[in-house]
């Protein structure tokens, strides 16, 4: 069984920064693929970011690209997903997901293809 721990949350005025951090226990995650999602309240799910654990190849949603930052930690099995020139529209809950293997690009953009999801972390961006 895999875990997932988000962390990393808070409040921060527009302009401000913050780092979300997964950490994943139960596994190895060399052959992970991992993303970061985000929800905000009355909308659907949303990609944000997502890597290639193994190879640590990352992908970025277009709204979040060039002022967010996804990482990889091997020895602490931990993803981090750094957050600078926040927005307001950026507040959301900001979840963690993991699948055990290879995602094609559409699959890694996708909710539905991830396997294991952490609790969440609420991030508020204000004006």
């Known amino acids: 069984q895999v875990q997932l721990v988000e962390s990393g949350g808070g409040l921060v005025q527009a302009g401000g920064s913050l780092r979300l951090s997964c950490a994943a226990s139960?596994?190895?995650?060399?052959?992970?693929?991992m993303g970061w999602f985000r929800q905000a309240p009355g909308k659907e799910r949303e990609f944000v970011s997502a890597?290639?654990?193994?190879?640590?190849?990352?992908y970025y949603a277009d709204s979040v690209n060039s002022r967010f930052t996804i990482s990889r930690d091997n020895a602490k099995n931990t993803v981090y997903l750094q957050m600078n020139s926040l927005k307001p529209e950026d507040t959301a809950v900001y979840y963690c997901a993991a699948y055990i293997g290879h995602l094609t690009i559409a699959d890694l953009r996708s909710p539905g293809a991830y396997e294991y999801w952490g609790q969440g972390t609420q991030v508020t961006v204000s004006s």
């Open positions: 139960g596994r190895t995650f060399s052959t992970y693929s």
């Open positions: 890597i290639r654990w193994s190879v640590g190849i990352t």
